[in-house]
């Protein structure tokens, strides 16, 4: 594994939300005519910095990039000169510095709400909501899904592509009831499937929730053919040629080119006896897979690619586009649903309804960013307007420290008319560090079970 592939996405993701996010701090802050003397992306001794604008500022980019700031003039950090008191962020009003606090999370939300409507307005080519069940004993069997079903909505809710009936489905299991799909089968016949998702749960960070319910996107049926040979690989270490079809595998049968592929990952470094069909002779083979790094966990690859299949990509794929008003309309109702969504969660979670291993700490999130990247700009921009979002609810959590915090404390200013008490603020803050602190210790350890699991 390239750490750079993960690393440098990770780092542009992160530097770019919290320079959005601070810039939201800045940009209201000057409107309400308060002085800004420092903005920094990142905490600790400054890389880089420099002093621009009317008012000074000193702009630094610091060492520790998991963070920003925005220091605003303020009596209690320092004194002020009497012909700048009204300038201070604790002299405004409270509805100021209210507006000043949310104006932080509120840019991260705006920055989703952009790249999706841009993302929306461009067209993206997305995997079909084409269905295959995993087992006769799942949730999607006993509604009786068939192999080759087309979504085409979920309870009345249009469905274009595989990874928005993913998001829709993990909406709907979260309230554990019965939706309706309405799907177009293989004979292209259009009906409907009653999928109950009551016994389906969200228990692990690591499950995929979409394999519980018994399902997976749809295949065409592959032939073990073999298209290309990559020189110095295992499988031209092995006299494999274009055009073998592979009949046995240590004495069993395959039947598909998934097959293959699924028995070589589980067998690096391991000889394998193969049989393929050359034409009209049947050669037996001995195959010793590569053993390659992914994520963490050894693997097998025997270095060919398969055959043309004759399966069209718009057999499989849909461009999935919007007009700019209904494009807008969509990007604000996924904003919408993906934060009302993290807070469901993040509820759930306080109630012990579900696992705290769905919490995710900045290797996991690094691994994303390079696993979108590598996708295309569409999924890593997709990345990033979803991170935007989970970092705009964060923010907003009534936790000192946080914007939340601060947001809570004006609103109990404007309920009892007048400012909290410093010592509450300070006790607030001390145990909202600690709140904090054991949130991102519990993130880590997530972070670093999941490497070790693979």
């Known amino acids: 594994m390239n750490l750079f592939e993960y690393l440098i996405p990770f780092i542009l993701a992160l530097g770019l939300l919290i320079l959005v996010h601070e810039l939201g701090h800045y940009l209201v802050a000057r409107w309400c005519g308060v002085k800004v003397l420092r903005f920094s992306i990142g905490f600790g001794r400054p890389l880089l910095s420099w002093t621009a604008g009317a008012d000074r500022t000193v702009w630094a980019l610091a060492v520790f990039p998991l ?46 709400v952009v790249l999706y409507w841009g993302l929306f307005a461009v067209g993206t080519e997305e995997l079909k909501p084409q269905l295959a069940v995993t087992g006769p004993a799942t949730p999607a069997a006993v509604a009786g899904v068939r192999d080759g079903d087309l979504v085409l909505a979920v309870d009345d809710e249009a469905v274009r592509s595989w990874p928005e009936l993913r998001w829709v489905l993990l909406r709907h299991a979260l309230d554990a009831r019965q939706v309706s799909l309405q799907v177009r089968t293989a004979e292209g016949v259009e009906t409907y499937r009653s999928l109950d998702l009551a016994g389906v749960k969200i228990e692990d960070g690591e499950q995929d929730l979409i394999a519980n319910m018994g399902l997976r996107a749809w295949r065409p049926l592959i032939a073990p053919v073999v298209g290309k040979v990559i020189e110095g690989g295992a499988g031209a270490r092995s006299g494999l040629l274009p055009g073998d079809r592979f009949v046995e595998f240590d004495g069993a049968r395959l039947a598909s080119w998934s097959e293959l592929v699924e028995r070589v990952r589980q067998r690096p470094g391991q000889p394998i006896a193969a049989v393929v069909q050359r034409g009209e002779e049947r050669i037996e083979l001995k195959l010793v897979p590569d053993a390659v790094d992914e994520r963490g966990t050894q693997v097998g690859k025997i270095g ?121 603020m300070e006790i607030g803050q001390q145990i909202g560090l600690v709140a904090l602190a054991m949130l991102m210790a519990f993130a880590f350890y997530n972070d670093i079970n999941r490497l070790i699991s693979g």
């Open 304 to 424: 060919v690619a398969v055959a043309d299949a004759g399966v069209s990509r718009e057999a499989l794929f849909a461009v999935v586009r919007y007009g700019p008003v209904e494009g807008l309309g969509k990007a604000l109702a996924q904003t919408w649903e993906t934060s009302a969504l993290s807070l469901k969660m993040i509820g759930r979670m306080l109630t012990g309804e579900i696992s705290w291993r769905n919490l995710s700490g900045p290797v996991t999130i690094a691994d994303y960013a390079g696993q979108s990247a590598k996708l295309g700009l569409d999924h890593y921009l997709k990345f990033i307007a979803l991170i935007s979002i989970s970092l705009g609810v964060l923010n907003l959590l009534p936790i000192p420290v946080l914007d939340g915090g601060h947001l809570l404390y004006y609103v109990i200013e404007i309920i009892k008319g007048g400012p909290i008490p410093e010592r509450i």
């Open 67 to 112: 963070g920003g700031y925005v220091k605003m003039l303020d009596e209690r950090e320092g004194d002020v000169a009497p012909g700048e008191l009204h300038r201070a962020f604790n002299r405004q009003k409270v509805g100021k510095r209210f507006a000043i606090v949310a104006a932080g999370p509120i840019a991260n939300f705006l920055l989703a």
